[in-house]
């Protein structure tokens, strides 16, 4: 039932960024059109099906149960990776300015995230969306878009779910025996944690919130 909520609160999000005009603001100025973003959009949705396992190892108990598996989804992790690359081609943010607002993000993420038995990791998004978009507009003016999403999108990867690997290891111990970085509930957050950060500075920018 949450999940249905958090789909239509997201598509209401969106119809209001639209309407607002900070899609089309956002498309232009990183010269993206909307089958690119759909494409984006559709390659994640579909993309959170699919895992890579990159290793297993032993579980530390020395039991009989099976080795614990690690992977990455493509959806949650591997497409918006590629989309920030897509952006780093585009309009390269400042390194430092990267670093210092994916760190803030990470800090403001890494609580706000929890592990639930049945979910897996369930991350709240406000915190890193509107840190990433207030930090980009201050920390780069010129640049903002780019680095908005790519400090939400590390930021949330960080935060919410590689710090909580230790979290994650015990939780794949007690079920399933994987452990899929991306994936158990990260999935939408990483993805659109950088799409609404992009929109929300857009949108701050527009009305001179900053």
């Not at 209401?12 to 089309?24: C, Q």
């Not at 920030?84 to 607002?101: E, K, R, V």
Request: hydrophobic share 55%; proline share 4%; no cysteine.
């Amino acid at each position: 039932m949450s999940r249905y909520l958090n789909a239509i609160i997201t598509l209401v999000i969106f119809a209001i960024f639209l309407k607002l005009g900070s899609v089309d603001s956002v498309q232009a100025k990183l010269q993206i059109d909307q089958k690119e973003l759909a494409i984006g959009m559709a390659l994640a949705t579909f993309g959170s099906l699919l895992g890579l396992q990159l290793f297993s190892f032993e579980s530390p108990n020395h039991d009989d149960r099976p080795p614990i598996k690690l992977g990455i989804n493509l959806g949650g992790a591997v497409v918006p990776l590629v989309f920030l690359l897509h952006f780093f081609n585009l309009q390269p943010p400042a390194t430092m300015d990267m670093i210092i607002l994916t760190l803030l993000v990470t800090a403001v993420v890494y609580p706000m995230t929890r592990v639930d038995r049945k979910r897996g990791m369930i991350v709240y998004l406000f915190g890193a969306v509107v840190f990433a978009a207030v930090g980009a507009l201050l920390l780069d003016p010129e640049n903002y878009l780019v680095l908005a999403y790519s400090a939400a999108v590390l930021g949330t990867l960080i935060g919410g779910d590689l710090l909580h690997l230790p979290q994650i290891k015990k939780l794949a111990e007690q079920r399933a025996n994987t452990i899929i970085i991306g994936g158990g509930g990260v999935l939408d957050a990483i993805f659109l944690s950088g799409l609404l950060a992009m929109m929300t500075a857009e949108t701050m920018q527009q009305m001179h919130f900053l």
